[in-house]
């Protein structure tokens, strides 16, 4: 039988901390920035903020997404954050006291996620086919006309000034903050979530037709990879903008996006997953990268090394949920049976 | 490995009684805890707090394919309700009055999640008997519902007359031979009849038998007619043929309830009576109750035929063409005309050739893997786009299991199934379609066996 005989690594570099059980299929989490609290959202829609003292962890429901939750996100001062569901609402929280602040209706749409701003508190809101944003004081502040589809996913630019939109037909660049033209990149598929890159060079699609696209931002030419097994719902960029990780299947495929990108040259394969990839995160110092799989192990790897296994753990479901701390000393892991477990990372390289 | 979630969809025109069906199958006690995705937005009246709504998206897969579209909107739902599978055991979809079940069936096909964890168990397509007949000519949404169906629920049959019933019944079926056809009132049916139908279950869909795989029946047009002992005259004009083939049947003592059911077995003995050697008669020669087939001479004017009824009884009488062509009538001694009790068109008329049919193919004998396959991947990429469905058995040489496969136009799903029994190793395969051309597709079928 094919696995992992987990004998065969260091145990000492995945320190289990606590874990708790919700019980729900684990849909999103975030670390508030002073990683003093935990937020989760389950697919059955509750909200559940757990204060982690390190050790152990308290956790309370503090609400619910009729229906089910999509998305969890701290404002960047960590003094509240937003959750968006199926329900078409965005609710936005105290953070420490898990007490509902605002109700957005963002008319009965299907709210894929709902994501702030990386420093300043403007919330971007995916609500149905169009895309928002919100604001404490002003509102709705933007709003686009309808994408092809319902909208898979958004994300900010690092630096702030632009929001990308994955929808059915590609990506659309929106400009919420200086309300200039949208700008689009047009591909005749649908993206399913994208991710940019830190230096904001690119930005990684992952593609229902088992493709991985990368976008030149400035140019808007873009570099199809093909050859994965399914669909690719995993990726993750090393902090450096060099490497992008995809899932995809059984094998993480990190490509090389120095210089003139990643076509033509053959990525790096680490190939220690028996079954489907479903996890993939790099530490934000991009010196460890965690991945998960169907067959419920969780791997550690240092991929700028070598390609072998640093350190692995069973967990007891899939895992459908990694986050790193900002730090990146601590991994958080939400499983598909509920449990959400956090590791300790010993000699970090944070 | 975890049991797949069976799914049913649900089609048929707006006002077809989907809404109806979908309440009766909420309410209905089964025991089954189900979530309804709702393309249409329809009133369901049950408190069924997994009832999500959505709008149709069509994605063109593979820059563009038309038979490469699958729906966006369902990929992306029944992914988050696989996300918390424990909460239900069935999903119902049911889709707007327009939607085209291509789409929806390729998404089964495409995306690798729902393939994994999900079964379209079946498609149940409502038909407004009433008011189809407006639509069904020139609508190619209704078509394909009809098309692609496993089970069609003729609904509202209140509304027509029982002969405008069984001619849409037979046009239906000339359409799509394997779909289970029910009749309803306020689309009342039983669970199990569109229900956990065990997908797409061959050994049911061509239980059939395989002569009625094929819509071309020999005759046209069948009447009943209660007759005593004695002598009629059947009286034929000139028509667009100088011959007409027909039959007589004595098919009961006397009208009943059955009649109907009676009647339809009749056209199956029709069928089966039918070879290329019949009878000739001249006019003035007599007709008798054998059941075999006559070739009726005609004359350019007037022809009569006698009728020789030797008891009395209920009989049904079957014409190649349509007795209107020729100006046909029955007359009694008397020279009274008389009227069929119930009558039936196997092709309502020749303007309604349906672009839509059914082409079943049954032989014995072993295929050669090699050959099938190519004969396979190039009807596929030819004529995928008008082969809406396929289903099938297949004996392969070699081979100790069964294979079963079904499609969707291009796309292709097989796999072994069980072992053959102690049964006779045979291949049954259906393919429902726009202008399938069913020597060709016989021909390159028998071409494949060894």
Redo the contacts between chains.
Sequence with gaps: MLGLDLSLFKRDVLNERWNISLEEHIIDMAWSPDMSHLVAATAEGRIILIDNYGDSAAYKQIGEHALGANSVSWRPDGLQFASSGQDGKVQVWDGVTGKLLQLIDADNDWVAKATYHPQRPILAIAAGRSFKCWTETEGIIYESADHASTIADIGWSPDGSAVAVAAYNGVTLHYPVQQSEPRKYQWKGSSLLLTWSPDAKYIATGEQDSTVHFWDVNSGTDAQMSGFSTKVLELSWHSSGQWLATGGGNTICIWDCRGNGPTGREPQYLRYHFDKVTQIAYQPSGHYLASADIDEFLLLWEPEKHDKIISATSLSAPATCIRWTTKGDILAVGQQDGVIETFLIKNAHV | MISKIPVTVLTGFLGSGKTTLLNRILSENHGKRIAVIENEYGEIGIDND?V?G?EE?I??????CICCT?R??L??ILG?LM??RD?FDYIMIETTGMADPGPVAQTFFM???IKNALSLDGIVTLVDAKHVIEHIDDSDEVKEQIAFADVILLNKIDLVTPNALEELEARIRSMNSVAKIFRTQDAAIAMDHILNLGGFDLDRALEVNPKFLEPEYPFEWSGVYQLDEGIYTLIFNAGPDPTINVSLLRIANTLNESMQTTFNSAAESAVLAFSSDETALKPGEAIQAFGKWYQLQLNTNKSRFSLLIDQPGIYALFTEHHPDEFHAHLENADGNRLQAVITRAYKPDHEHDEEITSVGITTSGALNLDRFEEWLRWLLATKGADIFRMKGILNFSGMTERYVFQGVHMLFDGRPDRPWADEPRKNALIFIGRNLDREELNAGFNACLD
């Design positions: 997994l999500i959505a998206e994605f063109e897969m593979n820059n563009g699958v966006g909107d990929i992306r988050n996300k918390r909460r995306d690798d999640d």
